[in-house]
């Protein structure tokens, strides 16, 4: 199994460009299917998420290919409504799959999504929109299936703001006569860009980034060449490195707007930042100080996605802080690991409470899920000495090979295996 091995103790210095949001590309690759046109997606990650959805879409029967950082898809030979179980199983967003698929041709059938094990992500709420809808939904031997036959426009209520039912369902109602209304909508910026990417393709879809969206449904849409968002977790990932190692840290091609619960968490007594033109540059020198109390909440709070690199932050901050995990149950998984390491990380239910050390110390630790993961890369960069990080496939699912982008830099990172 691959590994990283990491020299830590390093400040960073230099540029980091971030690409499009995995959260994103995700979501526009199963959309594009909603047309038979070719679909272009520029500046794409080059991740295991992305390589994986793209299995699904071979075996759907479309054409894809990618250059560099583009990819190009061709659904005019998509000839099955059965999600392939394999792939599908490794990634929680096959899951979307079904939205898109009931537009184009009216059958869909999945497994129950993979990805992460950070806690319960029940697609009840899904299930429920699309009945709703009229889809007449069938589940059995760990499989769905749905039929979209007589699918029809319909007010819904979500029961929670889930950004993939809020996506599943703007996707499923694209082609539907009338106008459908999707009320307690999730507000993220990735759902933004998939109402941007299907207007640019001749939807009709308003009011993303509220809490209410309207569909209106079009006989048809046409091909596009679209740049997804710039990937908001990523960029405050590296952002939280900069202030845990210190030094000097441009990061390129971000929306300050997308991270402003983070950057109204970074410490100003030890971070200097400077957002502009479409980058970030940070500044740290010092021990940072403490942030008493963080609590993930849906967007625009902060992010779940950035909690277990707050974490890390703060097990080296002067200071006690305390964490509130709101979004998924199981997410401090990355506490035990950071305690290897040193931290001093007490975690009851969905509170950590993390007492700041000087320093924490290189170990061997594993990686348990995508973003703890990435965590333990900062905690190792931050330490003292050398660290190995065990099962990095859960970090390839979010981040492009680090052992590649971080030596410019200033990290002395490796791949082996």
């Known amino acids: 199994m691959a590994k990283y091995i990491i020299e830590g103790g390093r400040e960073l210095y230099g540029s980091l460009t971030v690409r499009g949001a995995k959260n994103s590309v995700l979501t526009l690759l199963a959309a594009s299917i909603l047309t038979p046109e070719t679909v272009i997606l520029n500046d794409c990650p080059d991740i295991s998420d992305v390589a994986v ?30 999600i392939a179980c394999d792939p599908a199983k ?28 950070i806690g319960l992500r029940p697609i009840d709420i899904h299930l429920a929109g699309l ?28 029961d929670l703001p889930s950004v993939g039912a809020t996506e599943n369902l703007i996707m499923a109602c694209v082609f539907l006569d009338g106008i459908s209304v999707l009320r307690n909508c999730a507000k993220e910026p990735e759902i933004v860009d998939l109402q941007n990417f299907l207007n640019a393709m001749g939807a009709k879809v308003r009011g993303a980034g509220g809490s209410v ?40 091609n971000v929306c300050p707007e997308h991270i402003s619960s983070l950057l109204a968490k970074l410490p100003k007594s030890s971070c200097k930042i400077y957002p502009r033109d479409g980058k970030i ?19 625009p709070g902060f992010p779940t996605d950035l909690q277990a690199q707050m974490t890390a932050l703060q097990s080296v901050s002067d200071g006690t802080a305390v964490i509130v995990e709101n979004i998924f149950e199981t997410r401090f998984r990355s506490a035990v690991e950071l305690c290897k390491m040193g931290a ?11 007492r700041g050390v000087e320093s924490l110390y290189g170990t061997r630790v594993t990686a348990t899920d995508l973003r703890g993961g990435a965590s333990l890369v900062l905690a190792a960069t931050a330490a003292q000495g050398r660290s190995e990080i065990d099962e990095i496939h859960h970090i390839d699912r979010g981040y492009e090979d680090l052992s590649v982008i971080l030596p410019s830099v200033g990290v002395k990172i490796t791949r082996e295996g």
């Open 53 to 82: 959805m793209l299995q699904i879409l071979r075996k759907l029967g479309c054409k894809v290919s990618r250059r560099d950082s583009s990819i190009e898809i061709d659904s005019s030979g998509l000839h099955s409504y059965k």
């Open 90 to 117: 490794e990634l929680r967003s096959s899951v979307f799959m079904l939205g898109s698929l009931l537009s184009r041709i009216k059958r869909a059938r999945a497994v129950y999504p993979g990805g992460c094990d």
């Open 131 to 158: 009945r709703e809808l009229g889809v007449t939904i069938g589940e059995r031997h760990g499989h769905i299936d749905c039929d979209g036959t007589h699918a029809h426009a319909a007010d819904i209520v979500l």
């Open 213 to 252: 969206i309207t569909v209106e449904g079009v006989k048809r849409l046409h091909g596009v060449e679209y740049t997804p968002i710039p990937d908001r977790i990523v960029a405050g990932t590296w952002l939280i490195g900069a202030a845990m190692c210190g030094g000097k840290l441009t990061v390129e």
């Open 281 to 299: 540059a940070i500044e740290s020198k010092g021990r940072p100080p403490a942030v008493a109390k963080t609590e993930t909440m849906y967007y």
């Open 344 to 354: 001093d990380i007490t975690v009851s239910g969905n509170t950590a409470v993390v």
